[in-house]
T-cell receptor, first 114, second 114 residues
Framework: NAGVMQNPRHLVRRRGQEARLRCSPM?????VYWYRQLPEEGLKFMVY????????ESGMPKERFSAEFPKEGPSILRIQQVVRGDSAAYFC????????????FGPGTRLTVT | GESVGLHLPTLSVQEGDNSIINCAYS??????FIWYKQESGKGPQFIID?????DKRQGQRVTVLLNKTVKHLSLQIAATQPGDSAVYFC?????????????FGQGTILTVHP
């Protein structure tokens, strides 16, 4: 059983560029979550998605950040016009869905903005 | 508001000792809790979970205790091994309309000396 997959594992962008982070949930999981982790801090919730729906985006910055989980393909976290403060590890998690709430995490994408 | 925090940021133990990692939460509506282990450069790894209708749950070498009266959660690791060295996070769900938002604590660094 493949776990949650994320790519790329490392991403370097210059200020002003766009970053696209991809997440494929575990097989059979229909719920996807994105979290951000700054150095030496805990993870901070960003967004919760189901197929074609955003369920909770209360942790997403109002500008430049967006997320989607299309009917086909991976979930995408998109950061436009990146700034140095966006440098962090971005983790995706998935869960089976209704009635089961445990979340399983991917290896993360480490974004560095230069 | 919601917050999950840890009393001790670091814990050092000898191999073979038992380890206890503590966590306090403030949201009385929290009804589901998870402990994660995070090794350097990796995503959080699910260890064990517990629902608020339980006081104790045991896994392989790990036990989670929940004291709702004082809003306290602990993770006990028996016969700690060097491979247990990692950062440990507790996280909670507040329930409600969305079980998607995990709130993470700061983390405790566990170091196991051989």
């Amino acid at each position: 059983n493949a776990g949650v997959m994320q790519n790329p594992r490392h991403l370097v962008r210059r200020r002003g560029q766009e970053a696209r982070l991809r997440c494929s949930p575990m097989k059979g999981h229909s719920h996807v979550y994105w979290y951000r982790q700054l150095p030496e801090e805990g993870l901070k919730f960003m967004v919760y998605l189901q197929k074609e729906n955003i369920i909770d985006e209360s942790g997403m910055p109002k500008e430049r950040f967006s997320a989607e989980f299309p009917k086909e393909g991976p979930s995408i976290l998109r950061i436009q016009q990146v700034v140095r403060g966006d440098s962090a590890a971005y983790f995706c998690a998935s869960s089976p869905g209704t009635g089961k709430y445990e979340q399983y995490f991917g290896p993360g994408t480490r974004l560095t903005v230069t | 508001g919601e917050s999950v925090g840890l009393h001790l940021p670091t814990l050092s133990v000898q191999e073979g000792d038992n380890s206890i990692i503590n966590c306090a939460y403030s949201n009385s509506a929290s009804d589901y809790f998870i402990w994660y282990k995070q090794e350097s450069g990796k995503g959080p790894q699910f260890i064990i979970d517990i629902r608020s209708n339980m006081d104790k749950r045991q896994g392989q070498r790990v036990t989670v205790l929940l004291n709702k009266t004082v809003k306290h959660l602990s993770l006990q690791i028996a016969a700690t091994q060097p491979g247990d060295s990692a950062v440990y996070f507790c996280a909670d769900f507040a329930g409600g309309t969305s079980y998607g938002k995990l709130t993470f604590g700061q983390g405790t660094i566990l170091t196991v000396h051989p």
